[in-house]
């Protein structure tokens, strides 16, 4: 079992919907939990972070982790074409240098 | 401007002839890392080196080699490929523990690999 699991998609929404993506984790030492965006052919950008549970909000995405479950959330409200890209979930224990997880990868596609 | 440099980014070559993907970065940064990216697997860390001098397996390193002689450079080196190396290669780098608590790694735009 991989330590940070994901439904790799593909996931195909019309421009405006909310979307979700999840991934569940199974290390309960995982400290800090974050989300990359990936466009194709290009490296993974940093999109948000979170420490421990809770949710964090930046303009129209909003991350949610609850370690009670080992669930990590991605939430885009009003979904746009520009959003389309493979969204990773990750998590790392800060005192293994910060060594990073990452999720399978989700492959969002916003139609207009 | 900031950024991790990667070359080359596309290569094809044969079983066995020895290569070597270079990885530079500007942002003086002291933790640089090698990833892999294969389809339904994701990420996986094949090296990684929290600073000049000092480097330690990911959780796939079979199959290559890394040397960190200077902060900015950390070369993968694949001594005799073979196919089940074909995937697509990452470095990333950033600030060391002191930055470890945002998880932010910078990554290169990557190198696609195909060993025939």
């Known amino acids: 079992q991989k330590e940070v699991e994901q439904d790799p998609g593909p996931l195909s929404v019309p421009e405006g919907a909310i979307v979700s993506l999840n991934c569940t984790y199974s290390n309960s030492a995982f400290q800090y939990f974050m989300w990359y965006r990936q466009y194709s052919r290009k490296g993974p950008e940093l999109l948000m972070y979170?420490?421990?549970?809770g949710n964090k909000e930046d303009g129209r995405f909003t991350a949610q982790v609850d370690k009670s479950s080992k669930y990590i959330s991605l939430f885009i409200r009003d979904s746009q074409p520009s959003d389309s890209a493979t969204y990773l979930c990750a998590s790392m224990i800060y005192n293994q240098g910060g060594k990073l997880i990452f999720g399978q990868g989700t492959e969002l596609s916003v139609k207009p | 401007e900031a950024q991790v440099t990667q070359n080359p980014r596309y290569l094809i070559t044969v079983t066995g002839k020895k290569l070597t993907v270079t990885c530079s970065q500007n942002?003086?940064?002291?933790?640089m890392s090698w990833y892999r990216q294969d389809p339904g697997l994701g990420l996986r860390q094949i090296y990684y080196?929290?600073?000049?001098?000092?480097?330690d397996k990911g959780d796939v390193p079979e199959g290559y080699k890394v040397s960190r002689k200077e902060k900015r450079n950390f070369p993968l080196i694949l001594e005799s490929p073979s196919p089940n190396q074909t995937s697509l290669y990452f470095c990333?780098?950033?600030?060391?523990?002191?930055?470890?608590?945002?998880?932010?790694?910078?990554f290169g735009e990557g190198s696609r690999l195909t060993v025939l």
């Open positions: 979170t420490y421990s549970s």
């Open positions: 080196s929290m600073n000049v001098e000092v480097t």
């Open positions: 990333a780098s950033k600030e060391g523990l002191a930055g470890a608590n945002t998880g932010e790694l910078f």
């Open positions: 942002m003086n940064h002291e933790y």
